[in-house]
């Protein structure tokens, strides 16, 4: 069984860093794309970033570009975001998920971990 | 950035009604669509991709259809456990881009 699980959350100055984790079981970790999903309170999904099954690509919403950065250590079998220079906009669930696996490429995601809460706030 | 854009925002319906969720995107993106199903204070779950083709263990009552800039989710005899928001996604141009949303109420 796929299983995905965040950690790392918690409450943050503005200005502040923070690294979500996640650990993933149950499937070969290092042949899929992972993927970061933050969700704000009261609001609808925003996709946060993309990292490749061997790291050497990655991928970020503008927003975020130079503050957040995803990574991955597939001996751990684990996903990581990087987030500094944190603001209040920033406050959200954040979910990893897999990305689905085809030949070239990746799919939506098909598994989802429960989310972690990153409140920034002073 | 390609926009998308769901109607309605929230429907109310039934259970046993059908009902059809409209995506659409600001620009083509052939079938690169996703959907997805959220209930409160859950993580999303991934129903459909590529437009029309269910996801693993996603039951037939759910179907999608559509491709460039117009797509539909339709959801066959309601059933209270479908009670949701539901969310598009396209994923075929960075940034990827979720619709706003359709909650689907009693």
């Known amino acids: 069984e796929v299983q995905l699980a965040e950690s790392g959350g918690g409450l943050v100055q503005p200005g502040g860093s923070l690294r979500l984790s996640c650990a993933a079981s149950?499937?070969?970790?290092?042949?899929?794309?992972m993927t970061w999903v933050r969700q704000a309170p009261g609001k609808g999904l925003e996709w946060v970033a993309n990292i490749k099954e061997d790291g050497n690509e990655k991928y970020y919403m503008d927003s975020v570009k130079g503050r957040f950065t995803i990574s991955r250590d597939n001996a751990k079998n684990s996903v990581y975001l990087q987030v500094n220079s944190l603001r209040a906009e920033d406050t959200a669930v954040y979910y990893c998920?897999?990305?689905?696996?085809?030949?070239?490429?990746?799919?939506?995601?098909?598994?989802w971990g429960r989310g972690v809460l990153l409140t920034v706030s002073s | 950035d390609i926009q998308m854009t769901q109607s309605p925002s929230s429907l109310s319906a039934s259970v046993g009604d059908r009902v059809t969720i409209t995506c659409r995107a600001s620009q083509g993106i052939s079938s690169y669509l996703a959907w997805f199903q959220q209930k409160p204070g859950e993580a999303p779950k991934s129903l459909i991709y590529?437009?029309?083709t269910l996801q693993s263990g996603v039951p037939s009552k759910f179907s999608g259809s559509g491709s460039g800039t117009e797509f539909t989710l339709t959801i066959s005899g309601l059933q209270p456990e479908d009670f949701a928001t539901y969310y598009c996604q396209q994923y075929i141009y960075y940034p990827l881009t979720f619709g706003g949303g359709t909650k689907v109420e009693i």
């Open positions: 149950g499937f070969s970790f290092y042949n899929y794309w």
């Open positions: 590529g437009a029309s």
């Open positions: 998920a897999r990305l689905g696996r085809k030949d070239y490429g990746w799919l939506p995601p098909d598994s």
